[in-house]
């Protein structure tokens, strides 16, 4: 069930439509899972666009930082977001 905070909702991003920008609220999994994603560039608190997801939970493409990642569907499960909503960020 996603948890709700200052008017905005956690969930995975992998639930996020294209378009769509989030915020990093965490990173689930162990240390290597973890260390992949910081390595590509996506830390707690980065603000994330979702650019496409693929079709029957394939892979999804966003942009972080100025750069574009894919990342598969177990992946993006892994990543909890905060939505914007229309008033600005979201997160502390």
């Not at 992949?36 to 830390?43: D, P, W």
Request: a positive charge; glycine letters at 14%.
């Amino acid at each position: 069930m996603p948890l709700k905070n200052a008017g905005s909702t956690l969930t995975e991003l992998a639930r996020i439509r294209p378009g769509e920008q989030v915020v990093i609220h965490q990173i689930e999994g162990g240390w290597h899972m973890r260390q992949r994603l910081n390595q590509m560039g996506m830390h707690v608190g980065d603000r994330i666009r979702v650019v496409q997801t693929g079709a029957f939970r394939g892979p999804m493409l966003v942009e972080v930082n100025g750069s574009r990642l894919a990342l598969g569907c177990g992946m993006a499960r892994k990543v909890k977001v905060f939505v914007e909503n229309s008033e600005g960020p979201s997160v502390v």
